[in-house]
């Protein structure tokens, strides 16, 4: 699944490439998936992005936003899978699940593996969209300071009993991140995936705190995770530190044993040395 990082580098990526070209048309895909979902029909989505221009995408958590001008925003969330640039003669993938073509004859596609939302909304309508009108500052919001995340745990530990995982996975109380990311924060800011949030050390907050952007940005800048693909299909450089391969060796920071378990509907990799 994309998490923030990848949605910015394909954001980045969209507005390098895509930025002004003219859309010719649009459709729905030719692969049928109950888990996609669609706000408009084939011939509806089709008739609204002809004539559209590309512009500026932006990203909020795990949205991403391209502007179709005059008028429209076409929306990606929650994805899993790819959303691929191609180029002038070459062939589309043999199933996709959303389809834009340029008036130069390049297109880009969009396929997901698991669930995803791929919604074309009039200009400003998205903002009112479920999961998106009451979105909390994601960590790359100029919002989401020290103060604000101090604030947020405060808030998250009266209204029930967290641990860190649940602070950075459930809720959206922090939004764009997920499980993959979750656990090489974690791993960086040495706590264990149960460390209730009450227990939290103000030190141990403004380490997690520094985690996660420290980690975000690692992972921008290697282009996305290993196991994600950009917009031209190539594979992100960043390889994350604790994963199912962190089981086949010791921890890389103190040569402990790494442990794996299941929590918060999701597998959790830790060092059983360094994350107490």
Not at 65 to 72: S, T
Not at 79 to 86: N, P, R, V
Not at 256 to 269: P, R
């Amino acid at each position: 699944m994309f998490e923030l990082p990848e949605y910015v580098v394909l954001a980045n990526q969209i507005n390098k490439t895509l930025l002004g070209k003219k859309v010719h048309g649009g459709n729905l895909g030719n692969s049928p998936h109950k888990f996609v979902w669609y706000n408009r029909s084939q011939d509806e989505f089709n008739r609204l992005v002809k004539g559209k221009v590309v512009g500026e995408a932006k990203v909020r958590g795990r949205w991403l936003f391209i502007p179709l001008q005059p008028g429209y925003t076409l929306v990606f969330g929650e994805c899993g899978g790819k959303i691929l640039y191609h180029p002038a003669g070459k062939a589309p993938p043999k199933k996709y699940h959303l389809f834009v073509n340029f008036t130069d004859e390049t297109f880009i596609t969009a396929t997901t593996q698991m669930w995803g939302a791929m919604e074309l909304y009039e200009q400003g309508q998205e903002l009112k969209r479920e999961y998106i009108k009451d979105m909390q500052p994601t960590p790359l919001d100029p919002e989401f300071t020290y103060t604000y995340f101090d604030n947020l745990i405060q808030e998250a530990e009266a209204e029930k009993k967290r641990s860190v995982k649940s602070l950075l996975t459930q809720d959206q109380l922090i939004p764009g991140l997920g499980n993959a990311i979750a656990q090489d924060i974690l791993f960086q800011a040495r706590l264990h995936p149960r460390h209730s949030l009450s227990d939290l050390s103000s030190r141990q907050s403004k380490v997690l705190f520094d985690a996660i952007l420290n980690t975000i940005d690692e992972i921008i800048a290697g282009g996305g995770r290993y196991d994600e693909y950009d917009l031209f299909e190539q594979k992100g450089k960043y390889v994350r530190i604790m994963d199912k391969n962190a089981l086949k060796s010791p921890c890389p920071r103190c040569a402990g044993e790494v442990k794996k378990i299941q929590y918060l509907g999701g597998s959790c990799y830790f060092c059983l040395n360094c994350q107490r």
